[in-house]
Antibody
């Protein structure tokens, strides 16, 4: 059974960067693909990026390219999502979720508990 | 761009409802990789359907999925109070990305 745990809430100023961590247990990162999804207050889900096992590389949504970086530390089974040049509209709950280890990204589950990032001056 | 879902649907206990999810030939219509997620307020989303019509272990058989052309559908039969939640569809795309629908709020009357 995969379990996903995320780091705690963050408050950042506009222009700063935030790095959210996601630790998996029950499986290793090599056995999974990790994806990042955000949800602004009262809004829907928005996929930001994740590992595509079929292509063997991390893919980012066009909207976030150049501003988001996803990395993994397989020694601790922890993934990280760093978002730079923060804007007020980046205020959201950021989720990490696991996907299948092979093939295309057909689904993502389970999800972490979410990390609230507030951008405020 | 995001898949298109109705903003809200409602039904009485015991009834059935269907939520539609419309995309394009580059996502929903091009792959049998549509998934559906249930989200209760303040909680993380939960996978309810994957690969158009498959249920993960532990998900009630009252939930079913289908697809025709560029439109996928989630049907919930025998509505129960605990089914009240937001529902999101998602599809793999030709750009190797995932795209979500805008979400549908289900109200159980």
């Amino acid at each position: 059974q995969v379990q996903v745990g995320q780091s705690g809430a963050e408050v950042k100023k506009p222009g700063a960067s935030v790095k959210v961590s996601c630790k998996v247990s029950g499986y290793t990162l090599i056995e999974l693909s990790i994806h990042w999804v955000r949800q602004a207050p009262g809004q829907g889900l928005e996929w930001m990026g994740g590992f595509d096992p079929e292509d063997g590389e991390t893919i980012y949504a066009q909207k976030f390219q150049g501003r988001v970086t996803v990395t993994e530390d397989t020694s601790t089974d922890t993934a990280y999502m760093e978002l730079s040049s923060l804007r007020y509209e980046d205020t959201a709950v950021y989720y990490c979720a696991t996907g299948p280890p092979t093939g295309n990204v057909r689904w993502i589950d389970p999800w972490g508990q979410g990390t609230l990032v507030i951008v405020s001056s | 761009s995001a898949l298109t879902q109705p903003a809200s649907v409602s039904g009485s206990p015991g009834q059935s409802i269907t939520i539609s999810c419309t995309g394009t030939s580059s996502d929903v219509g091009g792959y049998d990789y549509v998934s559906w997620y249930q989200q209760h307020p303040g909680k993380a989303p939960k996978l309810m359907i994957y690969d158009v019509s498959n249920r993960p272990s532990g998900v009630s058989n009252r939930f079913s999925g289908s697809k025709s052309g560029n439109t996928a559908s989630l049907t919930i039969s025998g509505l129960q109070a605990e089914d009240a939640a937001d529902y999101y569809c998602s599809s793999y795309t030709s750009s190797s990305t995932l795209v979500f629908g805008g979400g549908t709020k289900l109200t159980v009357l």
